[in-house]
């Protein structure tokens, strides 16, 4: 073996993390990470914390405790526009475009942070977004769902983050288009992105993760390469209760 290897380094990793909303904790002692080029998934149960997780890490809930760390920097608690700024890109499940702008000015808003050029960073994701390219004067609210998704996705990656987390991004999509999606996905993976995404679509999940993360009221019960899980009885178990 040579040095390092077998040795996973997490680029966003969130341990023991106790959180939740009014009441008892949604969350027990939770943890989970994301790796540079590589896809977790987090999947689980209807009500197992999944999304919950996702929010406590980009601190749109408070963690009651616990830690986050992005490139080994403690970020626990700082706000999502704070974390955008080092690095971490969010793409949320609802309200994840403009329905009155063009696909332009849609990446323009996403790239509030760039120092640099907007157009030379535009004009590199359509690159990777061809059929955004061709309709970049369109309004986005004339695009088909699925369109807006791959929208939602190019405008995650206008501020050219070291880590993203995905809420359920094939929700609501055609069979066809949710395979465009993943396809898409698996390019950002391949850009270099650190991917943690929380997903309902285990079947589909399972093809194109890296590593899993499964959940089961609010606590780790099982994880692993997708490789290592897919075929295990006990997943399909957990995951329909």
Same mark, same amino acid.
């Given at each position: 073996?040579?040095?390092?290897?077998?040795?996973?380094?997490a680029?966003?990793?969130? %341990?023991?993390?106790?959180?939740g909303?009014?009441?008892?904790?949604?969350l027990d002692?939770t943890?989970?990470?994301?790796?540079?080029?590589?896809?977790?998934?987090?999947?689980?149960?209807?009500?197992?914390?999944?999304?919950t997780?996702?929010k406590?890490?980009?601190?749109?809930?408070?963690?009651?405790?616990?830690?986050?760390?992005?490139? !080994?920097? !403690?970020?626990?608690?700082?706000r999502?526009?704070?974390?955008?700024?080092?690095?971490?890109?969010?793409?949320?499940?609802?309200?994840?475009v403009?329905?009155q702008?063009?696909?332009?000015?849609?990446?323009?808003?996403?790239?509030?942070?760039?120092?640099?050029?907007?157009?030379?960073?535009?004009?590199e994701?359509?690159?990777?977004?061809?059929?955004?390219?061709?309709?970049?004067?369109?309004?986005s609210?004339?695009?088909?769902?699925?369109?807006?998704?791959?929208l939602?996705?190019?405008?995650?990656?206008?501020?050219?983050p070291?880590?993203?987390?995905?809420? %359920?991004?094939?929700?609501?999509?055609?069979?066809?288009?949710?395979?465009?999606?993943?396809?898409?996905?698996?390019?950002?993976?391949?850009?270099?992105?650190?991917?943690?995404?929380?997903?309902?679509?285990? %079947?589909?999940?399972?093809?194109?993760?890296?590593?899993?993360?499964?959940?089961?009221?609010?606590?780790?019960?099982?994880?692993?390469?997708?490789? %290592?899980?897919?075929?295990?009885?006990?997943?399909?178990?957990?995951?329909?209760?």
């Amino acid at each position: 073996m040579t040095p390092g290897e077998g040795r996973r380094v997490a680029v966003l990793k969130a %341990e023991s993390i106790t959180a939740g909303y009014d009441g008892p904790p949604v969350l027990d002692r939770t943890d989970v990470s994301a790796e540079q080029g590589k896809i977790t998934v987090i999947l689980g149960p209807n009500g197992a914390g999944k999304s919950t997780l996702a929010k406590a890490i980009l601190g749109l809930i408070s963690i009651d405790s616990g830690h986050v760390y992005l490139n !080994d920097a !403690d970020v626990t608690g700082l706000r999502p526009d704070k974390l955008v700024r080092r690095g971490l890109a969010y793409l949320p499940q609802l309200m994840n475009v403009f329905d009155q702008l063009t696909i332009i000015e849609n990446l323009e808003m996403g790239g509030y942070t760039i120092k640099g050029s907007l157009a030379q960073r535009i004009s590199e994701l359509f690159e990777t977004f061809p059929d955004l390219a061709a309709d970049r004067h369109k309004k986005s609210g004339q695009l088909s769902g699925g369109q807006q998704r791959m929208l939602a996705l190019a405008r995650m990656l206008m501020t050219d983050p070291v880590a993203a987390i995905l809420d %359920e991004p094939t929700a609501g999509l055609s069979p066809l288009y949710a395979d465009r999606v993943w396809q898409q996905i698996g390019r950002i993976r391949d850009l270099g992105v650190a991917l943690l995404i929380v997903e309902q679509n285990a %079947e589909m999940a399972m093809e194109h993760a890296d590593y899993v993360c499964l959940l089961a009221q609010g606590r780790n019960v099982l994880s692993g390469t997708a490789a %290592e899980l897919r075929h295990r009885d006990e997943v399909t178990r957990i995951l329909v209760g």
